[in-house]
């Protein structure tokens, strides 16, 4: 209890002799704090949440060294695996282009544009029929009655098709154009893709949750048991690349944070050294010199600590009506989870900042301190 009113009794010494640095440091460093959350909620909040909710965390890519029918491909055991979704890829191959794909009973008169990607040449089926993404023109999702048989197709919207088609003609079947989606693949329902026996050389698996590291040796070692001639990615390797992404946008918002932190602690230091008086009488009345930098450490810890809760107090008060509309993406919210590691993270921040400051308290003696004070 006395030393918590000692170092009150100490800040409050710190505003009467110097009011405006006083506020300048605070203002400072409520300003550094509020800069690290900006950051912080923009690049490493959605990295985050994508990595809970973006289904590539949970999807393993199989390529097949040669091509396999749907029939061939699905399996029992496949299916017991607590899947999500399968997606079947079949690439045309280039030079059958025009051969294989006709609009509106005409060839195929595609040309390229500002934007508007390659040839299109992939064509997908969802096992389930889902769509991960919104429609850019029409519907991209299918009817009951399209799922059973009817066929339809969903397609790329940056490809340049003819204005008003609408049927495309894949390997001699017609396909009503119900609408498109941004995506490099036509996308047709399943039971037309399994009707139509397609060569497939590639499929996605996605499942239900986030595998853990244990989880996923087991699904890989699953999967090249039902495929052993086939190369089998997993997303380990996304997590890994991911996880090096936010240590370095991390690293590099730390670094920026801890520049700006220690041109304000010279403010810190300022004050310290008009009140440097006290600390002799410290030293006097016997107090070591390990306790007298115990107290400043402890000073530079309470102010700080000042500045980082208004800071984040500042978020709270105008997320809504101030960063909502300067976020680079929409919808960024933040977690306790998430401000208590910004605290620590600023808090551990400050601390490594003020040890050069210490360290000169700590080198100083009795003698040039007085006469500094002096």
Not at 103 to 119: I, N, Y
Not at 173 to 189: A, C, D, H, L, Q
Not at 247 to 255: G, H, P, R, V
Not at 264 to 277: C, G, S
């Amino acid at each position: 209890m006395k030393f918590c009113k000692l170092i009150l009794h100490r800040i409050g010494q710190y505003y009467k002799t110097n009011k405006l640095v006083f506020l300048l440091f605070l203002l400072g460093g409520i300003t550094c704090a509020i800069t690290f959350i900006f950051f912080y909620s923009n690049i490493l909040a959605p990295v985050k949440a994508e990595g809970r909710e973006n289904a590539i965390y949970r999807t393993y890519v199989i390529t097949f060294e040669s091509s396999k029918t749907p029939a061939e491909i699905l399996d029992e055991r496949l299916n017991a695996m607590h899947l999500h979704d399968i997606l079947f890829l079949h690439i045309i191959e280039e030079e059958n282009l025009d051969q294989v794909i006709s609009v509106d009973k005409a060839p195929l008169q595609f040309e390229p544009g500002p934007g508007s990607g390659s040839r299109p040449d992939r064509i997908v089926s969802s096992f389930h029929d889902y769509a991960e993404m919104s429609p850019v023109m029409g519907r991209n999702q299918f009817t009951q009655e399209e799922r059973q048989g009817k066929p339809a197709i969903v397609l790329p919207a940056h490809s340049h098709w003819p204005k008003g088609a609408k049927t495309i003609s894949l390997y001699g079947k017609t396909f009503e154009i119900v609408g498109s989606e941004y995506s490099i693949n036509m996308r047709i329902p399943f039971s037309s893709y399994q009707a139509m026996h397609l060569p497939t050389e590639r499929v996605y698996i996605t499942m239900d949750q986030n595998p853990t590291a244990a989880e996923n040796r087991k699904i890989v070692a699953s999967l090249k048991k039902l495929f052993p001639e086939s190369d089998i990615a997993d997303p380990s390797g996304t997590v890994r690349d991911d996880y090096m992404q936010i240590a370095m946008a991390t690293a590099l918002i730390s670094a920026v944070y801890l520049l700006a932190l220690i041109s304000f602690l010279f403010l810190m230091k300022y004050m310290i050294d008009q009140n440097r008086h006290e600390n002799i009488v410290y030293s006097i009345v016997g107090a070591s010199r390990r306790n007298v930098i115990a107290i400043l450490f402890v000073d530079i810890f309470v102010l700080t600590s000042l500045t980082i809760l208004g800071g984040i107090l500042f978020y709270l008060l105008f997320q809504t009506v101030l960063f909502d509309r300067i976020n680079l993406a929409s919808g960024i919210r933040l977690s306790g989870i998430d401000f208590l590691v910004i605290y620590l993270l600023m808090i551990g921040l400050s601390c490594l900042a003020s040890i050069p400051f210490l360290w000169k308290y700590r080198k100083d003696s009795l003698i040039t301190s007085k006469n500094q004070s002096e």
